[in-house]
Nanobody
Framework: QVQLVESGGGWVQAGGSLRLSCAASGRTFSKYAVGWFRQAPGKEREFVVR????????TYADSVKGRFTISRDNAKNTGYLQMNDLKPEDTAIYCC??????????????WGQGTQVTVSS
């Protein structure tokens, strides 16, 4: 079992930056592919970025390419999502996900509870 806890969300003006963290329990975090999803009010959940355990094959949603960067620190059992040049349309609840599959699937093995990101214009 893996438990994921996100932090780092909050309110920011358009053009600003936030860094989300995803702290994982357990000692096998390095074996998991990690990804981030988001869900805005009244919309379906969408993927933001998904990456393999090795970091190869990282895929970003077109809407965040060049602005968001996924990373991880296996020694700290933590994944990160650096979000720059934020836009009002980035407002959503952001959830991290971990998957033992080669890359994070649409229905991954584990979800975090989510952290709210609000971007004002």
């Amino acid at each position: 079992q893996v438990q994921l806890v996100e932090s780092g969300g909050g309110w920011v003006q358009a053009g600003g930056s936030l860094r989300l963290s995803c702290a994982a329990s357990g000692r096998t975090f390095s074996k998991y592919a990690v990804g981030w999803f988001r869900q805005a009010p009244g919309k379906e959940r969408e993927f933001v970025v998904r990456s393999s355990a090795s970091g190869f094959g990282t895929t970003y949603a077109d809407s965040v390419k060049g602005r968001f960067t996924i990373s991880r620190d296996n020694a700290k059992n933590t994944g990160y999502l650096q979000m720059n040049d934020l836009k009002p349309e980035d407002t959503a609840i952001y959830c991290c996900a971990a998957d033992l599959f080669s890359i994070v699937r649409s229905t991954p093995d584990y979800w975090g509870q989510g952290t709210q990101v609000t971007v004002s214009s």
